[in-house]
């Protein structure tokens, strides 16, 4: 009885006030308001992982005039509206860490960014693509530019309009291949061309003449082992490199290395091939 008595009392205190005060009750209620949406919708968001996007493009698709119990609710949403940025491989939200009521409001975007791999040319179009075969970019892309040297130069892909699967499959065999050479041969390579029945054709940097890995369904021999004849090979003739012209690993157990027609001795020998074991 007595709380209820004590609420009675300070409702009336207050009422009074705001008959015999309306001006300045107006300007604490605008001012309680004010702080209510400051607390409800200002958001501090942190940027992390940008190399080749910028901020402004980040933000120019979140939506910040949403409020921060909206941000909670829809961090999937959020995830989804970036990661349509071709060059945005994943996004990660999380708050900022501290006490509970210092991190209200301020949220963490991790942003990893897609990294170019290859350039090829696909239904007319020259192409950026990462190494997990996302199609990045033109090639004109400025945001391209930076990459431009080190991108390894693809052949011989199909069409993107008629055989998408397709695409999709050589570029994941591109990439198997990619892994097994830079281990087994540990040398950078600088281009590679489909082949017939999966073959692969690669130069690699600083050799002017390609190297033939067997890499279809009737392939004989794992293609660690043959990265692994391909670095043995490299190694004998590395005093000859001037006067190879091809180097054939796609056969079974046999390396065949054919010169250049300016070494007719080192012709014959290119016919029955460099059995390497």
Not at 25 to 48: F, G, P, Q, Y
Not at 50 to 68: G, H, I, K, Y
Not at 234 to 257: E, N, P, T
Request: aromatic share 8%; glycine share 8%.
């Amino acid at each position: 009885m007595r709380i209820l008595f004590t609420l009675l009392v300070t409702a009336g205190v207050v009422t009074l006030h705001v008959l015999d005060n309306p001006i300045g009750a107006k300007k604490l209620v605008e001012n309680l308001s004010s702080r209510s949406s400051s607390v409800w919708h200002d958001k501090e968001v942190r940027i992390e992982g940008l190399s080749v996007l910028s901020r402004a493009e980040v933000e120019r698709v979140l939506p910040l005039d949403q409020s921060v119990l909206w941000w909670k609710l829809h961090s999937t949403d959020i995830q989804s509206r970036l990661e349509q940025n071709p060059w945005v491989q994943s996004v990660s939200i999380s708050e900022c860490e501290g006490s509970r009521g210092a991190s209200w409001g301020c949220f963490v975007l991790s942003i990893k960014e897609r990294t170019p791999t290859y350039r090829a040319t696909v239904d007319n179009a020259q192409w950026v693509i990462d190494r997990g075969g996302s199609f990045i970019a033109p090639v004109g892309d400025p945001a391209a530019k930076g990459y431009s040297q080190n991108l390894i130069a693809v052949h011989g892909l199909a069409s993107r309009s008629t055989s998408p699967d397709v695409v999709r499959g050589q570029l994941a065999a591109a990439s198997h291949l990619l892994g097994v050479l830079e281990r087994e041969v540990r040398r950078p390579i600088q281009a590679l061309e489909f082949l017939d029945q999966g073959d692969f054709s690669v130069y690699f940097r600083g050799l002017a003449f390609p190297v033939v890995f067997g890499a279809g369904q009737d392939a004989k021999v794992p293609l660690a082992e043959q990265g692994q004849r391909c670095a043995q090979v490299l190694l004998r003739l590395q005093d000859r490199f001037a006067d190879i012209q091809k180097i054939d690993l796609a056969f079974d157990r046999v390396g065949v290395v054919k010169f250049r027609p300016a070494a007719p001795e080192a012709e014959q020998q290119s016919s029955q091939g460099t059995e390497v074991k």
